[in-house]
């Protein structure tokens, strides 16, 4: 956060001399338009981030009135929707198209959970995903942009796409500028020409929370830190009457200035504030000014948009009186509406057929590889869907900060050339996570552990992948993995991979009393070929492969009045067997999801040895599922699991064990273990209307659950599970679940637990 709010800061210093000194240069007067018997107007709109969707309600008010444009002018959200209204669409369908975005999730860092491959959604259940720092070129690096803008640029380029082949922005239905900042010289940008949804996410580039984007040589910023209400850009062009919409976010009181986040952002709107004031003193009498009454409605509020179209549309008729000075007879409006219309119907070109494909941003060989994933668009008619579909599997791999495409002719061919632009991420390929989880139950008992991650994408060119964990605290842990794809479309894959842990057990006897406590020593090597399910493993994958394992358990306290000998549990044994192993998750979330599933299913058999023993053979099968669904704000997470185990040394029974929270509550963890386990849970939550900014949501809920574990196939009964329940108020936060809750068993305890981490 520190490194985002030194951006802000810096770029507001930078900027604002310029701002507060200088008038914003001026744009180009070239190609001035037509003569006409109206006066010509412009539209020309602020930026305000959320606000901005008052636009298209203003923009239907002035249909509304009959208000024909001659030219529209931009900054940031409204350059956005002054485009698309440019580009052809109406007021009606610009509202149709916003209303039916999931603006919630458009800006996240990352792709959809459900998309992603199983490998990284593993991680979620072993570290945070919010908390990443890349390692690059001898440097810790932070990501360069709060949030994601690669929906957004998705979605630009679907609206956008019939203007691909235009040469100026003077050539769309109507005349449109765009304003960003160059934010290596702190002027003012006007972009007339090139790709429009570049143009339009380039003025858009929010400083710390969206990254700069480079464009024609240039890094493009917002154009709100230079000329957010651009007043005279229109003007340069010819424009003789200016409807000018200013949404941008009010100054915040003094409330808000007692920290960091609250002095910036309040520098950013006092930078934003002095260039519109110098804005609106450039109006006229003739001119009209408009000022939709947003109220508190922030910047960020994307998920009110429709509430932000109706003030903005019930502000514009309002004022309807003071459009009329504006407005035409309807024969004269019906005919500039058709020419816009007839415009955009020469600007649609048909899409054609891709005749080839061409990556940017990244080398040779690793366009080659990824190149062989798109082969299946060649020589077809291209289909923005598929498209789409691709850069969306592109994104999911998590290599990239930018992923986008554009379609350009090819003129021997006659086709079109898929041309997909990547930036690797800045902050890779190195990537560090931390990660965290806490138990205690306010009596004595809990445990502490700390994860630290480090991933190496890419390796090598064929896409190899390190993969290495520690973990500190109660458990000492390290793991390290290889993974190779076999293939450029890694249909197959093979990993290696090695496990060392040391731990401290409880067992317990009879009655759930305390027996003694070992350390667990346990060494894990193994090798498995692999399958995806679903396209790059997005559903899941199987897995093949060889194991074996060295463990040994020691003997550390007792408890006293036992006659339990050292060497009964003092235990080393080894095993060598073979895995197989399946895995397939469509949770939205790790940690509260509201719908889908994840499933697991593992075999492992083969040979023991135990020192001072025999060789057996061994046998092991674990399974477990959690199905969730929503009804409504109510969520219902169903999880079952069982396992069983021939023979295991007394040493090793915390394997297959529970206790714990949400793991039979009530009862302490590793409590009750067995050679075969049965458990059950429905858990049901809501999400809390409160937002305390750390956390991903707040929610409220309980559960109930029963299992039981038995040393013996012959104990094995459901007569005699074990019941346990609780009462939980939880978070998602971006170190983890959170959880404060009661637990109660009937045959354990009731109390108060607290948990972060995986429970």
């Given at each position: ?48 981030g ?13 249909e ?79 990501p ?6 690669r ?67 240039r890094?493009?910023g ?26 941008g976010t ?166 079109e ?49 390190w ?43 009879e ?87 994840r499933?697991?299913?593992?075999v ?7 020192r ?110 074990l ?19 009661v ?17």
């Open positions: 956060m520190s490194t985002r709010l030194l951006l802000i800061c810096l770029a507001a210093c930078l900027a604002l001399p310029l701002a507060a000194q200088t008038p914003p240069t001026s744009a180009p007067a070239a190609d001035p338009l037509p003569p006409q018997p109206r006066p010509r107007v412009a539209l020309v709109l602020s930026g305000g959320a606000r901005g969707f008052a636009h298209v309600g203003v923009i239907k008010a002035l509304a009135a009959r208000v024909p444009v001659d030219l529209i002018v931009g900054t940031s959200m409204g350059a956005i929707i002054g485009g698309l209204y440019a580009s052809g669409m109406t007021g009606e369908q610009l509202e149709r198209e916003i209303l039916t975005v999931e603006w919630s999730g458009l800006f996240n860092t990352r792709q959809p959970r459900q998309v992603l491959s199983q490998r990284r959604k593993e991680e979620d259940f072993e570290l945070s995903p919010v908390l990443l720092v890349g390692f690059r070129d001898g440097e810790f690096r932070l360069t942009g709060a949030v994601s803008s929906s957004l640029e998705m979605l630009l380029r679907r609206y956008t796409l019939p203007t691909r082949h235009l040469s100026s922005f003077d050539a769309l239905p109507t005349r449109f500028r765009a304003v960003a900042t160059d934010m290596e010289t702190g002027q003012e940008v006007v972009m007339d020409r090139g790709d429009l949804a570049a143009a339009l996410r380039g003025s858009m580039s929010v400083p710390g929370v969206f990254s700069p984007l480079g464009m024609d040589g890094i493009l917002d154009g709100g830190l230079v000329n957010n209400l651009p007043v005279n850009v229109a003007r340069a062009l010819g424009a003789e009457v200016v409807i000018a919409v200013n949404i009010p100054l915040a009181g003094r409330e808000t200035l007692g920290s960091l986040v609250g002095i910036t952002t309040q520098m950013v709107n006092i930078l934003t504030e002095q260039n519109v004031k110098a804005s609106i003193a450039l109006l006229t009498p003739r001119d009209l000014l408009l000022t939709p009454p947003l109220g508190t409605l922030s910047s960020s509020d994307f998920d009110q948009a429709k509430e932000l179209v109706r003030l903005g549309n019930e502000y514009g008729r309002t004022v309807s009186a003071a459009l009329e000075r504006f407005s035409v007879g309807e024969r004269e409006y019906a005919a500039w509406t058709g020419a816009r219309r007839t415009q955009a119907e020469l600007n649609a070109t048909r899409v054609g057929t891709i005749a080839g494909i061409r990556f940017e941003g990244v080398d040779e060989t690793r366009a080659q590889r990824l190149g062989v994933g798109l082969e299946h668009l060649k020589g077809q008619r291209a289909d923005v869907q598929l498209i789409e579909n691709d850069m969306e599997a592109l994104a999911a791999t998590g290599d990239y900060e930018r992923v986008d495409y554009r379609l350009v002719r090819n003129p021997d061919s006659g086709g050339d898929l041309v997909v632009g990547l930036r690797e991420n800045s902050w890779g390929p190195n990537y560090l996570r931390v990660g965290l989880d806490l138990r205690t139950d306010f009596r004595g008992e809990g445990a502490f552990n700390l994860r630290i991650s480090h991933n190496r994408h890419w390796l090598t060119p064929s896409g190899t992948e993969r290495n964990r520690v973990q500190l605290g109660e458990t000492l842990g390290l793991y390290s993995e290889i993974y190779q794809p076999l293939d450029p479309l890694a249909n197959t894959f093979v990993s290696a991979y090695g496990d060392l842990s040391v731990r401290k057990v409880d067992l317990y006897g009655q759930n009393r305390p027996l003694a406590r070992i350390q667990r020593e346990s060494l894990r090597v193994g090798a498995d070929i692999g399958w995806p399910i679903g396209r790059q493993g997005s559903v899941g994958d199987m897995r093949l492969g060889v194991v074996a394992s060295s463990r040994r358990s020691s003997l550390e306290l007792v408890q006293p009045g036992l006659n339990l000998q050292p060497d009964v549990l003092d235990v080393h044994w080894r095993e060598a067997g073979l895995r197989a192993a399946v895995m397939a998750d469509q949770l939205d979330y790790a940690n509260f999801p509201s719908r889908g599933y499933a697991f299913g593992e492992v058999v083969g040979k023991r040895h135990v001072g023993g025999e060789r057996s053979s061994f046998a092991r099968l674990e399974g477990s599922y959690t199905g969730v669904r929503s009804v409504g704000e109510h969520t219902f997470n169903l999880g079952l699991r069982f396992a069983h185990a021939n023979n295991i040394p007394i040493g090793a029974i915390d394997e297959y064990s529970l206790g714990g929270f949400q793991n039979l509550s009530g009862f302490r963890s590793g409590q009750v273990a067995g050679n075969y386990l049965a458990f059950g849970r429905l858990t049901y939550y809501r999400r809390l209307p409160w937002n305390i900014g750390i956390a991903r949501a707040m929610f409220a809920g309980g559960s109930i659950e029963a299992g039981n574990a038995w040393l013996d196939r012959r104990d094995v009964s459901f007569r005699h599970l019941a346990g329940g609780s009462l939980f108020v939880g978070a998602d936060t971006g170190i983890g679940p959170l959880y404060l809750s637990v109660s068993a009937p045959k354990g305890f009731t109390g108060l637990y607290l948990f972060l981490g995986r429970p």
